[in-house]
C-alpha cells in the first residue's frame, strides 16, 4: 500500500512539472534563489547596457520588473505568475498584445522562427513531460539567454544551451505586434 502511495505521488509530480506545479517554489534553498535571482538581475542588466534601442531597452526595464517573481501556477502579477502568464504579461506591457494564458496556444498564435533566427522578444517553446507537446514557454533576451517562470526559482534566466533546456526545446515563434 505505501509503494502505491509513493508511485501515485511521484507520478503526480511528474504530471506537474514544467509549468504546472502549484507547490514547487515553495521548497526552493532561499539562499539559491536569491544568487539565482542576483545573477538574473545582472544578465539583463548587462543586455540593457549593450543596446542602443530604445524598444529593447523598454523591454529589458520590463523583464527586470518581473525578476525574482515567485512561481504561481495560472498566475500573471507581481505575487506570483506561471510561465505562460509572464508571457502573456509581458506582452501586453511592451506591445499591448492580449494572448491566452497556455504556452501551447501561444506557441499556435506565433509564426514560426528558426532557432538560429530568434531575436530578443521571441518565444521558446519547450516539452518538459517528454509527451510531445508544449507546456513551457519563455521569452529569448539575446546572447544564448531566456527568461521564463521556473517552477523552482520563479522568474529568473536562464541559457538555453543548458541540457535541460536545449534537450526539451520544441521551437521558436515570433508575435505579430504590429
Wanted: hydrophobic share 35%; glycine share 8%.
Amino acid at each position: 500500500m505505501k509503494i502505491e502511495k509513493s508511485l501515485l505521488l511521484i507520478l503526480l509530480l511528474i504530471g506537474f512539472s514544467g509549468c504546472a506545479p502549484r507547490f514547487a517554489s515553495r521548497h526552493a534553498d532561499p539562499h539559491l534563489q536569491r544568487k539565482i535571482n542576483q545573477q538574473s538581475q545582472e544578465i539583463v542588466r548587462k543586455l540593457q547596457l549593450e543596446n542602443r534601442d530604445r524598444d529593447l531597452r523598454r523591454f529589458y526595464s520590463t523583464v527586470q520588473r518581473y525578476l525574482g517573481t515567485p512561481y504561481l501556477y495560472s498566475g500573471d502579477s507581481r505575487r506570483g505568475m506561471d510561465c505562460s502568464g509572464l508571457v502573456k504579461r509581458v506582452y501586453q506591457e511592451i506591445f499591448g498584445v492580449k494572448l491566452p494564458h497556455n504556452a501551447y496556444q501561444q506557441y499556435q498564435l506565433s509564426q514560426s522562427v528558426s532557432i538560429y533566427e530568434v531575436e530578443p522578444g521571441d518565444l521558446i517553446f519547450f516539452d518538459t513531460t517528454g509527451r510531445g507537446g508544449i507546456d513551457h514557454v519563455g521569452i529569448f533576451l539575446g546572447s544564448n539567454y531566456m527568461v521564463h517562470a521556473s517552477s523552482s526559482y520563479g522568474v529568473v534566466v536562464a541559457r538555453l544551451d543548458e541540457n535541460y533546456y536545449s534537450s526539451r526545446l520544441v521551437g521558436a515563434g515570433r508575435m505579430i505586434t504590429k
